[in-house]
């Protein structure tokens, strides 16, 4: 695979889903002259090779990679080699998260957010660059504060980067940044909190919206999964709780940025002047959405209304499937995460009483089930995700209790396997309950091996150990 088949591949399918790193423009005039250092090269090559078509391993890359980058952060580098270094670790630790290497995925964000820091990525840029300039060194901040979010779903990885410190500007709208064009927003300070200074964003700035979902989103996590977040909190359905806060927040934001609206108008903003979707603008507004719906709660007057309010939000998570109906095609693997938290919701009403909530429910549930089996093509974590979810289906008579608030009230149900499918972290094979039980064995998928993930056996992709840019891509001698 040539470097530049690699960059197409990766500005399909990468790019905007939801993580913004390069200016296209800027990053391909650079590939053809060869400028870019080799590290960024083989990371490119690490990311791309997971959508071609070889059967051919690159982890090979994505170690040599690390080991090249790890190399240059401790040397005497500026600024523009820094946000470079930043950008390939954020793609070798995409990599490592999604194939279920979580703790080196962590050790590899936390290289990145001590280089973000110390290069004071986390404020406004030297006003001298080019605009697309700046905007690139704003993008991969906010990519990498958006992956420590999504990363941080789970009871114990706290947050690396604090919404404190973040002081430079949000993203621009995807127009102005690949117009080259200065388009000026706000900070993060001044759109949360419970009374922020704005509640609106320039038009089309997508890309800010994720960002202001991811924070919402923390604040959930942090308080569901999180035991030391409620020592002191009022009952949830007390006006002053945080229950009551995030509920108004995640109103506010819907309210404010369309999070609401029908996917078909959401839709007519991705469309080019010949009516074809832009996916580089699509991505953003999937995955806006789709995070809010994750983090929504509802006020609990009853237990029954609550699992009502859950239900209709893990139906409106079906955006992710219908997306592809309309032209785009997303394999962002947080897509996995959001259809196991889904899939987990319509499970509690598989046994359901009444038969047309049951039946809906059994074939929601379906869906999500295909979808992460889809994504298995491309994410071992959508492998681990798909098989807590059927841990959870063998037992889904169980849950019936959850229905039953008295019961609820008087005993405590074991919860081990719903823990497992909210905590982002925890391989399937685990139990992370409170119970602290034996983990129940879960036997391996086999799959077809038209959607086997990657051929592991060791390969040298260097051969005679020439340079990246010295080796001939064109006669066959490529690693695909």
């Known amino acids: ?14 790019h905007n889903q939801p993580y913004s790193l390069f200016h296209e423009e800027t990053f391909r005039h650079r590939l053809v002259a060869q400028t870019l250092p080799e590290y960024l090269c083989l990371a490119l090559l690490a990311t791309a ?52 290497r979580c703790r080196a995925a962590w050790i590899k964000l936390g290289l990145a957010v001590r280089i973000a820091q110390c290069y004071r990525f986390n404020t406004e840029p030297d006003p001298r660059l080019r605009p697309e300039v700046q905007e690139e060194y704003r993008r ?56 922020p200074v704005f509640t609106e964003l320039p038009e089309h700035s997508h890309f800010s919206v994720i960002i202001l979902m991811a924070a919402t989103l923390i604040r959930v996590v942090n308080y569901v999964l999180r035991k030391d977040s409620r020592v002191h909190d009022d009952v949830p359905w007390s006006t002053t709780s945080q229950y009551s806060a995030l509920e108004s927040t995640v109103w506010r934001l819907e309210l404010n940025y369309g999070l609401l609206d029908p996917l078909n108008a959401v839709w007519e903003q991705t469309l080019t002047s010949g009516g074809v ?80 909530i049951r039946e809906a429910s059994v074939r929601r549930y379906e869906e999500y089930r295909g979808l992460l089996l889809k994504l298995c093509r491309y994410w071992e974590s959508s492998r681990l995700m798909f098989m807590k979810l059927e841990r959870l289906y063998e037992d889904r008579s169980q849950y019936r209790q959850f229905f039953d608030y008295t019961l609820v009230m008087g005993e405590k149900p074991k919860l081990a396997a719903f823990w497992d499918s909210i905590d982002n972290w925890v391989p399937s094979s685990q139990s992370p309950s409170p119970e602290h039980g034996p983990p129940e064995p879960v036997q391996p998928i086999h799959f077809p091996t038209s959607i086997y993930f990657f051929d592991l056996a060791p390969a040298d992709p260097w051969g005679n150990g020439n340079s990246i840019f010295e080796m001939d891509f064109s006669n066959g001698n490529s690693f695909m």
Not at 67 to 81: F, G, M, P, Q
Request: with cysteine.
């Open 277 to 356: 979707v832009d996916p580089r603008a699509a991505g953003p507004l999937i995955y806006g959405p789709s995070t809010s719906r994750i983090g929504q709660q509802d006020t609990p007057r009853i237990l029954k209304q609550s699992l009502a309010s859950a239900r209709s939000h893990a139906t409106a998570l079906t955006m992710l499937q219908e997306t592809e109906n309309l032209g785009c095609i997303t394999v962002f693997c947080f897509r996995g995460y959001c259809a196991m938290v889904a899939g987990s919701i319509h499970l509690l009403f598989a046994s359901d009483s009444n038969d047309e």
């Open 140 to 195: 991969t901040f906010w990519s990498i504060y958006l992956l420590d979010r999504l990363m941080s779903c789970g009871r114990e990885r706290p947050t690396a980067l604090q919404d404190k410190d973040c002081l430079l500007r949000l993203p621009s709208n995807e127009q102005a940044f690949r117009d080259c064009s200065e388009n000026r927003g706000p900070v993060l300070e001044q759109l949360t909190g419970d009374a």
């Open 1 to 14: 695979m040539t470097l530049s088949a690699a960059a197409d591949l990766y500005f399909q399918y990468c």
């Open 49 to 100: 090779s997971r959508f071609s078509q070889s059967t051919r391993p690159l982890l090979l890359c994505a170690d040599q990679a690390w080991e090249l980058a790890i190399k240059r952060s401790t040397a005497n580098i500026d600024s523009a080699e820094s946000l470079m270094i930043a950008q390939t670790i954020h793609l070798l630790c995409v990599i490592d998260y999604s194939d279920g």
